[in-house]
């Protein structure tokens, strides 16, 4: 199984991009795709998940009302709508990957770094938002 993000770039305060995460080789369709992101000297946070199967969704308290993750099953591409873009937004994203369990905070990590049950990565894409 494989995940490519792509979308990042540099964007002023109050703007937009739309992160994108194209899944292959899953020999299910019963997964959730997570996105994470990590800035200099942070641990890493889990922000928003999707769930394939039946479309649930979650956000962190930090992105919730900006952010809107969303997914094309028929291309395995997952996306994350970011809005109203902050300077404390600026990270790497990645996107990540689990089989047979359902979007819902308790699988989106803790404060601490941990990163939960999500045991495929992407490679990350730059997020940086200038003030």
């Known amino acids: 199984a494989r995940l490519v993000e792509s979308g990042g770039g540099l964007v002023q305060a109050g703007g937009s991009l739309r992160l994108s995460c194209v899944a292959s080789?899953?020999?299910?369709?019963?997964?959730?795709i997570g996105w994470f992101r990590q800035a200099p000297g942070k641990n890493r946070e889990g922000i928003s998940c999707?769930?394939?199967?039946?479309?649930?969704?979650y956000y962190s308290d930090s992105v919730k009302g900006r952010f809107t993750i969303s997914g094309d099953n028929a291309k395995n591409t997952f996306y994350l709508q970011m809005n109203n873009l902050k300077p404390e937004d600026t990270a790497i994203y990645y996107c990540?990957?689990?089989?047979?369990?359902?979007?819902?905070?308790?699988?989106?990590?803790?404060?601490?770094?941990?990163?939960?049950?999500?045991?495929?990565w992407g490679q990350g894409t730059q997020v940086t938002v200038s003030s």
């Open positions: 990540a990957s689990v089989l047979f369990l359902s979007c819902a905070p308790e699988i989106m990590g803790s404060p601490r770094g941990s990163t939960g049950p999500f045991d495929k």
């Open positions: 999707y769930s394939r199967r039946d479309g649930r969704t």
């Open positions: 080789g899953f020999p299910f369709n019963n997964y959730v």
